[in-house]
């Protein structure tokens, strides 16, 4: 009769603790993967807000900018615009107090909190301009009818003061 081999005999004498050390791998690598996707989703979020705060910011100053082309077409405006005199150097640099706007915020502007700051709408002095059929040529040469424009600038701010958009547009005042 043959005698088991020793191994065979004991087989908790074969194990020299591999499971451990498999099981810790894994936990370190399951560990990497969670770190990486909360960094994800962190940033996945921070990118979200940002893009909501800028939607605001832009839906606000459409909003101002067509309340300042209405402000303008109005009687009362088409009063005042001929008075009008501080000119925007740099439209995209405007930080809304200087020049001081034409109007201090947009009327009717109700915004629940979600906003960091009223719209702003700016209106430029009037410019002497020649009419080409559908466009305007400021150089003033050549043309058949003189017409007068105005720039519209309007600041809208998101939910935070970083979040900033300005448009502009040109209205032609018959």
Same mark, same amino acid.
């Given at each position: 009769? +043959?005698?088991?081999?020793?191994?065979?005999?004991?087989?908790?004498?074969?194990?020299?603790?591999?499971?451990?050390? /498999?099981?810790?791998?894994?936990?370190?690598?399951?560990?990497?993967?969670?770190?990486?996707?909360?960094?994800?989703?962190?940033?996945?979020?921070?990118?979200?807000?940002?893009?909501?705060?800028? $939607?605001?910011?832009?839906?606000?100053?459409?909003?101002?900018?067509?309340?300042?082309?209405? #402000?303008?077409?109005?009687?009362?405006?088409?009063?005042?615009?001929?008075?009008?005199?501080?000119?925007?150097?740099?439209?995209?640099? #405007?930080?809304?107090?200087?020049?001081?706007?034409?109007?201090?915020?947009?009327?009717?502007?109700?915004?629940?909190?979600?906003?960091?700051?009223?719209?702003?709408?700016?209106?430029?002095?009037?410019? /002497?301009?020649? $009419?080409?059929?559908?466009?305007?040529?400021? $150089?003033?040469?050549?043309? +058949?009818?003189? @017409?007068?424009?105005?720039?519209?600038?309007?600041?809208? @701010?998101?939910? $935070?003061?970083?979040?900033? @958009?300005?448009?502009?547009?040109?209205?032609?005042?018959?």
């Amino acid at each position: 009769m +043959s005698t088991p081999s020793p191994n065979r005999r004991k087989p908790h004498l074969r194990q020299q603790g591999s499971a451990l050390v /498999i099981s810790l791998v894994f936990l370190v690598v399951m560990t990497l993967i969670a770190v990486g996707a909360m960094r994800d989703t962190t940033l996945q979020e921070r990118m979200a807000g940002n893009l909501r705060d800028r $939607s605001l910011a832009f839906q606000a100053a459409e909003g101002a900018l067509r309340e300042g082309e209405n #402000w303008l077409l109005s009687p009362a405006g088409r009063l005042t615009a001929g008075n009008l005199a501080a000119e925007l150097p740099t439209p995209e640099a #405007w930080n809304g107090v200087a020049p001081a706007p034409t109007q201090p915020a947009a009327p009717g502007f109700s915004d629940g909190g979600l906003h960091s700051g009223n719209p702003l709408f700016h209106i430029s002095p009037p410019q /002497i301009a020649r $009419s080409r059929g559908s466009t305007l040529d400021i $150089s003033g040469s050549g043309g +058949s009818d003189i @017409v007068v424009s105005h720039e519209v600038t309007a600041r809208g @701010v998101g939910g $935070s003061n970083t979040a900033v @958009v300005i448009l502009q547009s040109t209205v032609v005042v018959d």
